[in-house]
């Protein structure tokens, strides 16, 4: 049985002819895939890698080179707290200790008991302006404060909530430790902190 539906597949197949290079298409086809079936089984990435018509490996190497893509289960809804310096300086930190502490994990990665969320530091999403910031369900969150992380927490947490998709933001580009870029194939999947 297939890992992505037809649907999803068929996107994927479209992506190379919107790009210059056909390979650029990997990293928007890995966020489809991700996307549907929640983290990048082995069976999800060589189904990427036949629908774009490149060696397994390489889509395997993207995939384990950002820490974006995530190749275990991850929380259905992933905050992505930016821990970058002027959000640093305006109590990320902190905004990172109360989120662990919401959702009952104590580190990056880590799945909730309920298996709703996870959280990651990443680099500067960009919107420095509205620090403390964090990208959750696609949406960027500016200006937290705890009270806002309780209150986005308690909106997943009621089944009646609409889910919070739009606009769309691009997923922070955050990276794996590596001792070679995807390109050449061979990388190390430690995961640090990063840069984008
Ligand atoms: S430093 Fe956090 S958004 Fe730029």
Redesign the pocket.
């Given at each position: 049985m297939s890992a992505l539906s037809e649907h999803v597949l068929e996107e994927i197949r479209e992506l190379p002819a919107k790009y210059p290079q056909p390979r650029s298409a990997v990293m928007p086809a890995l966020d489809l895939a991700q996307e549907e079936v929640g983290y990048l089984t082995p069976d999800a990435m060589s189904e990427v890698a036949a629908a774009l018509k490149l060696d397994p490996g390489y889509v395997e190497g993207v995939a384990t080179f950002y820490t974006l893509f995530h190749l275990q289960p991850v929380g259905k809804h992933r905050f992505y707290v930016?821990?970058?310096?002027?959000?640093?300086l305006r109590g990320?930190n902190d905004i990172v200790e109360h989120v662990k502490g919401a959702i009952g994990v104590h580190e990056p990665g880590e799945l909730s008991k309920d298996g709703l969320f996870s959280y990651e530091e990443v680099?500067?999403?960009?919107?420095?302006e509205?620090?403390?910031?964090m990208r959750l369900d696609h949406r960027y969150e500016k200006d937290l404060t705890a009270n806002k992380v309780d209150a986005l927490i308690a909106q997943r947490r009621s089944p009646a909530t609409p889910s919070a998709v739009e606009p769309r933001h691009p997923p922070p580009l955050v990276k794996r430790a590596a001792t070679t870029s995807p390109q050449s194939g061979e990388v190390k999947r430690k995961r640090t902190k990063k840069s984008v």
């Open positions: 930016c821990t970058n310096l002027s959000c640093m990320a680099e500067c999403l960009g919107a420095c509205y620090a403390p910031v």
